[in-house]
């Protein structure tokens, strides 16, 4: 039966594509970007709310004329920032990337760097290492810090937190520090190899570095680091939540806007 003259269409459409795509083959390309999590609903793309993902993935559709998937090193939820979120993306060469997205981009979200990479690059399973960075602060809240600052009105004792946060270093089952549904199939078990407690004038800034983290891990370490630096718990009760693998053993959890994913090693 021959070709109506949409089908034609629609069949020419589909052979200049693939022509193109042989003459101008896709290529890897990874991207270090940083945003300001707050107005958005996490990394992820979402059916009723703006992720990262989303206005990543349309900003190249613009660029390139023509849909294309982001694959990022990991998600963060709803109000995380990121100062150096990874991810990868498979398009032609000739576009000088960085200008040509920031361009596109809203100002809360910025292109760092743009690379182009071995086909065999993943952003997430090519990942050897994370780092998250907390902050709280003694300072009152203001316009310019709200976003990015836990405020607590009462200074933890950031020896005591130290103290708490050796609990945590090396390999554990984490189950007790998620809200993931533990599935028997997916391992909890991570390593974490550092965890700082540092004073800087009235913030204390917690570095947390490991092969990767649960969902809300690092929140919820945080707020227990909290509140072991204000006598509400001590090393020997961590150690106990630890032991219970237990999603329900710790009810703390610190609020989004303090965390920052800021760097991944590969």
Request: some cysteine; aromatic content about 10%; charged content about 25%.
């Amino acid at each position: 039966m021959p070709e109506t003259a949409g089908q034609q269409s629609m069949s020419d459409g589909r052979k200049t594509a693939a022509v193109s795509t042989l003459q101008h083959p896709l290529h890897r390309f990874m991207a270090v970007v940083q945003y300001d999590g707050t107005d958005y609903a996490g990394w992820q793309r979402q059916i009723n709310a703006l992720g990262i993902q989303q206005v990543l993935e349309e900003a190249l559709e613009k660029l390139t004329g023509h849909p294309v998937p982001v694959t990022g090193s990991g998600r963060t939820d709803t109000g995380v920032h990121a100062t150096g979120q990874v991810f990868h993306f498979d398009a032609r060469q000739g576009i000088r990337w960085v200008p040509a997205l920031n361009s596109l981009l809203p100002r809360d979200i910025r292109i760092l760097e743009v690379t182009e990479v071995s086909a065999d690059f993943h952003a997430r399973f090519s990942a050897r290492r994370k780092r998250y960075e907390y902050w709280m602060t003694l300072q009152q809240p203001d316009p310019f810090t709200w976003r990015y600052k836990w405020f607590r009105p009462v200074k933890p004792d950031p020896e005591k937190m130290r103290q708490a946060a050796a609990c945590f270093i090396g390999t554990h089952d984490f189950t007790s520090f998620t809200n993931c549904h533990h599935h028997p199939d997916k391992s909890m078990v991570r390593t974490v190899t550092r965890l700082d407690v540092l004073e800087e004038g009235q913030d204390i800034h917690l570095v947390f570095e490991g092969t990767g983290f649960l969902r809300y891990q690092v929140r919820m370490m945080t707020a227990v680091l909290e509140a072991a630096g204000r006598g509400k718990l001590t090393p020997e009760d961590i150690n106990r939540m630890l032991a219970q693998r237990d999603k329900h053993a710790s009810r703390y959890n610190a609020p989004a806007h303090g965390l920052f994913l800021s760097r991944v090693w590969y």
